[in-house]
């Protein structure tokens, strides 16, 4: 494969934007050599500028559930466009995606639109705080909310700790507020609500975490979750910007039957273009202005433009009855990969959920915290990146990341994906 023109942007962008991107993970800092500069999607299929196509796994790292350029997707857009972009008014477009969303997920009786993931948890943490007059929130070690300073903190192993900042910019007393706990360690929750309870406004995490590795939650610990919030008096977020719509209509509280209180969307929701979404109980979202004195606003929220793909994507997504589809495909890639994995036993696992799915380099039999992937081998993932790209497969340039099926990609790309897999991991573990 050649990536001449590629390398020509790459060069270009260095030159222009901070090291080259938009978005730091685009940069195959952790995968070597250079990003991929795409000039179409197309169902499961994108083709770079050097007219390279891959079977892509990345998915624009989760929203395009229904595959590139969907057409129901693609026309709202083109229709909607055609009388305007963007009107700074309210527009009727909102209030029917509001529907579909209050209807599909279990604990959202109320929903504001806004721009991003980040500005959807960084939003709800404001509100939770408004809501409890307190000050603290609990994150969860290994869960990534966006880049918002106080979600931008250090995750500390063990017992919670204070936490420390993660990037540079982010000021100690922003990074004061936030307590870590590790994903999938009730005692040491409880310990932390024991102690601080009555000081912590919200807690939030990703009911399945995706951002490091894929971690399942352990039997009974959401449950346990939302039971010391509530004993407490802490607003429980579930950060569903990756798990909404993706493990069902219902997202990830409808999966394991656990409500929060407050929810924060992106991704699905807006089928490809730029949404976020925080909601949930009518109470705590009265508080949000004009209603209430918590502030918040945004010049596109509830863009016309992403409100409209977001209904086309979301309805196609319940009409088509796409999840069930999406689970036998995910049941049926975990059943081809088997054999291959087994080949391999102590050096590779596959896990996955539903259509997420992700491969760890590691000897352990199974990945349930944030320190195990983090002894993960991530040089050997890196070597299998660049065979699995040379063989037209995309996947997400970072071991930490998962990868997404969407409707659109075939049985026979599941077959292609499992053969490349197989000659790939021939190849980096001999
Ligand atoms: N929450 C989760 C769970 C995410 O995965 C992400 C982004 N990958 C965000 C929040 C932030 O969303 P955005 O990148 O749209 O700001």
Redesign the pocket.
């Known amino acids: 494969m050649k990536f001449e023109k590629s390398e020509g942007l790459y060069k270009k962008a260095l030159g222009l934007l901070p090291g080259g991107v938009d978005?730091p993970v685009r940069a195959f800092k952790s995968v070597g050599g250079t990003p991929l500069f795409m000039k179409e999607g197309s169902g499961s299929r994108i083709t770079d500028e050097d007219d390279n196509t891959f079977i892509d796994y990345c998915m624009s790292?989760?929203p395009l559930i229904l595959g590139h350029a969907d057409s129901d997707v693609v026309e709202a857009v083109r229709e909607t466009a055609l009388k305007g972009t963007s009107f700074g008014t309210p527009h009727r477009f909102e209030p029917e995606l509001a529907e579909i969303v209050v209807q599909s997920v279990p604990s959202i009786e109320k929903v504001r639109f806004v721009s991003?993931?980040?500005?959807?948890?960084m939003s709800a943490i404001r509100l939770a705080r408004g809501f409890t007059g307190r000050d603290k929130i609990v994150k969860l070690d290994g869960?990534?909310?966006?880049?918002a300073d106080f979600l931008l903190v250090a995750a500390g192993s063990g017992l919670a700790t204070f936490g420390t900042p993660d990037s540079a910019g982010v000021t100690e007393g922003n990074a004061r507020d936030t307590l870590v706990v590790s994903y999938n360690d009730t005692a040491a929750l409880e310990e932390l609500m024991k102690r601080e309870g009555d000081n912590i406004a919200a807690l939030i995490l990703?009911p399945v975490p995706?951002?490091y590795g894929l971690i399942l939650p352990n039997e009974g610990y959401l449950k346990e979750v939302r039971e010391l919030c509530s004993r407490y008096g802490v607003v429980l977020i579930f950060?569903?910007?990756?798990s909404g719509f993706r493990l069902g209509m219902g997202g990830a509280q409808e999966y394991y039957g656990i409500k929060p209180d407050l929810t924060?969307l992106?991704?699905i929701i807006g089928g490809g273009l730029?949404v976020?979404a925080y909601g949930g109980r009518a109470d705590i979202m009265a508080m949000i202005a004009p209603e209430g004195p918590v502030y918040q606003a945004g010049t596109l929220s509830g863009n016309p433009l992403a409100m409209a793909a977001g209904i086309a994507a979301l309805s196609k997504l319940k009409r088509d009855k796409v999840h069930e589809a999406l689970a036998q495909k995910g049941a049926l890639m975990q059943e081809r990969l088997r054999p291959v994995t087994d080949k391999h036993k102590g050096k590779v696992l596959v896990k996955g959920i539903e259509s997420i799915f992700c491969i760890y380099f590691t000897g352990l039999d199974n990945i349930t915290s944030v320190d195990q992937v983090r002894g993960c081998d991530m040089k050997l993932f890196a070597a299998f990146h660049r065979e699995m790209l040379n063989r037209g497969i995309y996947l997400s340039p970072s071991g930490y990341e998962v990868g997404f099926l969407s409707s659109a990609h075939s049985a026979e790309d599941i077959d292609k994906t499992v053969k490349s897999i197989d000659e790939s991991l021939e190849i980096v573990l001999g």
């Open positions: 978005s790292w989760g991003s993931g980040t500005e959807a948890t869960c990534y909310h966006g880049h990703e995706c951002n950060d569903e910007v990756i924060t992106g991704k730029p976020g």
